[in-house]
């Protein structure tokens, strides 16, 4: 019996909690886990070094009070959040990890870093102001080998240039398989749901035999796009095409999603942490692996670089292959890089790009879903 297009993804959402079980089973089997907060992780090397990357990003509100006792009231919420499991033991990933990898994306977390080194073992990477200049290179660069040199110490392995050159192609491949994915939403109309995105990425991130995932993403959208050819239009295709850009979007911070496509709006990206930021740029293959490993994960375009012209690069090149209608940005509370950015972002659309612009600043609780909603449907009836 085929399977129609929402029976795929409801059988996908029914498989989401499975990374626990093989994380808690890898581990107990000796397997080596290495836990990250950032897309400027470096899973390559990770996977190189015979273990197993597994994000740990804070998403829920629960964490947050216990993470109030030794942090300020006023910081992100994701740092709070991220913290506040560690501290209560309460992240079934975190808790298995042999050691954690933290960058200093931001201050917040630098700081908070600290502390949860007398939890967890914590090696931070230390990021460059900026990535144009060949030092930015050099000094990421020097970045990278440290990282190379924990795990080799920490595991007791030792890293060749095939272990790295094998995970390069892995992990292209699954980008590759990812990408594919998301263009179904690049369809008039899209084939896919923004929240059917978010399922398919979380799944991704959680999935940790790659082989397997590569298959089953290939899978899914050969399937979704075969209903489309066929006829199948779940979505209509007056809806405007939102594009959700800014802060990582997970946890309750979903409630913009649901929002946009509850007023009739058509979710149709993410360009965020864990989004097409994250995949849509290659490690070349050609190069040295340290170096094409530096010299991928310097471009990713974050709001903690100064100046961050990729982000507007990538954000046009979405626009355009989407054909987005308009931008939501999702700013956390405290989060000032993301919202000094909203003031460029807000002059790319409108200006140069012609198309309506609304900034969002929110946190992971529920109570401003009444805010929320009267701001977006006003903003889905623009169109």
Not at 18 to 26: R, S
Not at 138 to 157: A, C, D, N, P, S
Not at 216 to 222: G, L, S
Not at 304 to 320: A, K, Q, V, Y
Request: glycine residues 6%; contains cysteine.
């Amino acid at each position: 019996m085929t399977q129609s297009t929402d029976q795929i993804f409801d059988e996908l959402r029914e498989h989401l909690r499975d990374g626990t079980v093989y994380i808690k089973e890898a581990s107990e089997a000796g397997r080596k886990v290495v836990g990250y907060y950032c897309a400027f992780s470096p899973k390559e090397l990770i996977y190189a070094g015979k273990a197993i990357p597994v994000g740990l990003c804070g998403t829920g509100e629960k964490s947050i009070a216990p993470a109030e006792q030794h942090l300020p009231r006023n910081l992100c919420p994701l740092v709070k959040s991220s913290y506040g499991y560690a501290l209560t033991d309460t992240c079934p990933y975190l808790h298995f990890c042999d050691f954690v990898v933290g960058e200093t994306t931001c201050d917040g977390k630098k700081k908070m870093y600290e502390l949860l080194n007398k939890i967890k073992p914590t090696h931070v990477m230390q990021l460059p102001q900026t990535n144009s200049r060949p030092e930015d290179f050099e000094y990421w660069r020097k970045e990278m080998y440290l990282l190379k040199r924990k795990i080799e110490e920490t595991f007791h392995v030792a890293i060749t240039d095939d272990d790295l050159e094998r995970e390069i192609y892995l992990l292209n491949r699954e980008r590759k398989a990812l990408i594919e994915f998301y263009r179904l939403a690049a369809l008039t109309p899209p084939a896919i749901t923004g929240r059917e995105i978010r399922v398919m990425t979380e799944y991704a991130d959680k999935t940790f035999d790659k082989e397997q995932l590569i298959k089953k993403i290939e899978k899914i959208t050969h399937l979704v796009k075969e209903a489309w050819d066929k006829g199948e239009r779940r979505i209509s295709p007056s809806k405007p095409r939102i594009l959700i850009t800014g802060c990582p979007i997970g946890g309750n911070v979903e409630k913009v999603v649901e929002i946009i496509e509850d007023n009739g709006g058509a979710v149709v990206g993410f360009e965020t942490c864990g989004g097409l930021k994250s995949v849509s740029r290659f490690v070349d293959e050609n190069k040295h692996p340290m170096d094409a490993l530096t010299e991928r994960y310097l471009q990713i375009s974050c709001s903690c670089l100064t100046p961050n012209r990729g982000r507007l690069d990538l954000l046009s090149d979405i626009i355009d292959e989407y054909h987005v209608d308009g931008i939501v940005e999702v700013v956390l509370q405290a989060c000032h890089t993301y919202n000094i950015e909203t003031y460029t972002i807000r002059e790319f659309a409108r200006e140069q790009k012609n198309i309506p612009y609304l900034s969002l600043e929110t946190d992971y609780s529920r109570s401003d879903t009444g805010q929320l909603s009267t701001r977006i449907s006003a903003f889905i009836e623009m169109f």
